[in-house]
């Protein structure tokens, strides 16, 4: 099965092993997810799968298990090294809080460690969070993710969130890419950070301007908090395209930042430049000091 996803880095190699998978189609999520599973299986990771079971059904009828699945996932769940849970068991059991959605995480990777497993997979799909312009909703959910963050820094575990577009709000949609812009996968783009540093790559096209606007509001509202901060460093070395819609955007969101914050360019190619004085650059928008 050819992976939709980056090679998976070494635990200690410093780089963020909390992702979003996005897709614009439950099939492309799955092809997504299956192909995550099926390599971490193969790496000898107790997995922990989330994900949404019909009534009736029993986890070996899931699709994750099923010819659609990853290659060995049904044995995997025989053998114990794949292990699933229903969102329906799993909000019963944490309450439906962040604090105890994060405590039945907890406990899965202490038990994995325990039985000395090497290193933990969880991944869960899209949740179909109700979420609204409600601060404390949307601030439980950042607690949330920022507990996922806390337990792959603490562990060798790798977490993969998975949004299914076509599932989510758009709500929903914009915070979770807000709260993933330093690792997600998004079809013909992604992004990370590093070092104070974002850096999408790939194609940003009007397709996924929205989504980019979200990572990019992500981008800005971390840095203002950060330690590097408040000015957002943009990478542009990995961009291969964008059209006017996302530089548009861009433009428009260092425009709207506070007043002592800058959008600093680092790299990129020099369309990209030419692009920016074309749908206006505010003087928000500097270029980077260094060589």
């Known amino acids: 099965m050819t992976s939709l996803l ?5 635990h200690d190699a410093g780089l963020s092993h909390h992702t979003l998978l996005v897709a614009d189609a439950v099939d492309r999520g799955r092809r997504g997810a299956a192909s995550w599973v099926e390599q971490e299986l193969s790496l000898g990771s107790k997995v922990y799968y989330k994900g949404w079971l019909p009534e009736g059904q029993r986890a070996d009828q899931h699709w994750i ?3 659609a699945g990853p290659r060995g996932a049904r044995d995997a769940l025989g053998t114990g090294q794949l292990e699933f849970l229903d969102f329906p068991t799993l909000v019963e059991r944490s309450g439906a809080t962040a604090d105890g959605v994060l405590a039945v995480y907890r ?3 202490e038990r994995a460690l325990d039985d ?9 799909e899209s949740p179909e969070l109700p979420m609204t312009d409600d601060a404390d909703l949307v601030a439980e959910y950042a607690t949330w993710e920022a507990g996922f963050d806390d337990l792959t820094h603490r562990w060798p575990v790798r977490m993969l969130c998975q949004l299914c577009v076509a ?21 013909f783009w992604s992004a990370t950070a590093d070092d104070g540093h974002w850096q999408p790559r790939g194609d940003l096209d009007a397709h996924v301007a929205r989504r980019f606007g979200a990572a990019v509001h992500g981008a800005l509202r971390t840095a203002r908090a950060g330690e590097h ?3 957002l460093h943009l990478d542009l070395s990995g961009i291969d395209f964008m059209d ?27 369309f990209l430049r030419r692009l920016f004085d074309a749908v206006g650059r505010p003087a928000s928008v500097v270029e980077s000091e260094q060589p």
């Not at 000395?116 to 869960?124: D, E, G, H, S």
């Not at 006017?244 to 990129?268: F, K, N, T, Y």
């Open 6 to 10: 980056p090679a998976r880095p070494d």
């Open 65 to 67: 298990t099923g010819p």
């Open 107 to 109: 406990g899965e990777v």
């Open 116 to 124: 000395l497993w090497p290193t933990v997979a969880m991944t869960q």
């Open 167 to 187: 599932s989510e709000s758009e709500r929903a949609v914009w915070e979770t890419v807000a709260v993933h812009h330093r690792d997600l996968v998004d079809g």
């Open 229 to 231: 901060g408040p000015d």
């Open 244 to 270: 006017v819609a996302c530089a548009e955007i861009l433009m428009l969101a260092a425009r709207s930042a506070p007043a002592d914050q800058h959008v600093v360019l680092h790299g990129g190619p020099r």
